[in-house]
């Protein structure tokens, strides 16, 4: 099993309607998760971070956190072509006295005009 | 505002070959700076990462080393490069948040 794990997709989704991508993780005392997205031949940027479980907000973005059940999610409302992109799920965890983020292999997203 | 710059872009290198890829961060002291190998269709793997000048951490074993001579620069080298180093190479830093990386714009090897 993978540590984050993430459907590779490509996930399609037509414009203006709801993108939801998923990120599993098999480590219960990683501590903080993040979204980064990377536009083909780019290079990863931060889009959101989340700390507590629930739901945090961003404009159209929203990161969801379940850590009982070990999943984080990103919500994009309103999908515009610009969303296209592969997203990478990356998870903070302790390994002895520092910190290791583990990352998803991403998943691709296709917003169809 | 903070900015990271990597060079070069591209690169296409015989096996065998030497590699010096040079990052540098501007706008902010003493960062944690990462060397990332990104394989197609791959998540990231980190290969290298630095708490300060000289600090270097080596998370994979390979033909690769890094060095940090001075605060804000962070190099990746090869003596000998193999098929296999061929990949997208990303440096990135961050503050004292883990987790929170901004990349350079990256350099894509191709080793042939």
């Known amino acids: 099993q993978k540590e984050v794990e993430q459907n590779s997709g490509p996930l399609s989704v037509p414009e203006g309607a709801i993108a939801s991508l998923n990120c599993t993780y098999s480590d219960r005392g990683s501590q903080s998760f993040f979204w980064y997205r990377q536009y083909s031949g780019k290079s990863p940027e931060l889009i959101m971070f989340i700390y507590s479980n629930g739901d945090k907000e961003d404009g159209r973005f929203t990161a969801q956190l379940n850590k009982a059940s070990q999943y984080v999610s990103l919500l994009i409302r309103d999908s515009q072509p610009s969303d296209s992109a592969t997203y990478l799920c990356?998870?903070?965890?302790?390994?002895?006295?520092?910190?290791?983020?583990?990352w998803g292999a991403g998943t691709k997203l296709i917003i169809k005009p | 505002s903070q900015t990271i710059h990597q060079w070069p872009a591209t690169l296409v290198q015989p096996v065998g070959s030497p590699l010096s890829l040079e990052c540098t961060v501007e706008g902010t002291s003493n960062p944690n700076l990462y060397w990332y190998r990104q394989a197609a269709g791959r998540g990231l793997q980190l290969l290298f990462y630095?708490?300060?000048?000289?600090?270097i951490s080596s998370e994979v074993p390979q033909n690769l080393s890094a060095s940090r001579p001075q605060d804000r620069q962070f190099i990746l080298s090869s003596k000998k490069l193999l098929l296999s180093d061929s990949g997208f190479y990303l440096c990135a830093w961050s503050s004292t948040a883990p987790g929170e990386l901004f990349f350079g714009e990256g350099s894509r090897l191709t080793v042939l």
């Open positions: 990356a998870v903070n965890r302790r390994a002895d006295s520092n910190y290791q983020l583990i």
């Open positions: 630095s708490v300060g000048i000289g600090q």
